[in-house]
């Protein structure tokens, strides 16, 4: 199953969380986060296989690190999945910046 890509933007409601988003000297690092469409540098034929029932899971999401403040092993995302027989979930983490 293949989810179309619907991008998430974030939207810091107070001072701290304004000040943690982003990152002083790179602006696509903390926007990168979405629903669905294929995650970055990763390649289907690695996708995670369920536990449950041994089938390819499903890209349900890619969330960015947040900022400088929150960064994530120097601007790495987090890829979701999802059986969705099963609903199973697995998450990891991936550099997309090479
Ligand atoms: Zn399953």
């Known amino acids: ?14 001072e ?6 982003g990152y002083k000297w790179n602006e696509i690092a903390g926007t990168r ?4 469409g294929t995650p970055d540098g990763l390649d289907e034929k690695d996708y995670p296989i ?10 349900y999401a890619q969330v960015d690190s947040i900022g400088d403040k929150y960064d994530l092993a ?4 987090i890829h979701n999945f999802v059986c969705f027989d099963c609903f ?4 990891q983490l991936t550099q997309t910046i090479v």
Request: net charge neutral; aromatic share 4%.
């Open 50 to 59: 369920c536990d449950s029932c041994g089938e390819k899971m499903t890209f």
């Open 33 to 36: 986060h979405y629903l669905g």
């Open 88 to 91: 199973e979930v697995k998450c």
């Open 74 to 77: 120097d601007c790495m995302v």
């Open 16 to 21: 701290d969380a304004k000040n943690a988003v």
């Open 1 to 14: 199953m293949k989810i179309p890509k619907i991008k998430l933007i974030t939207l810091p409601e107070t």
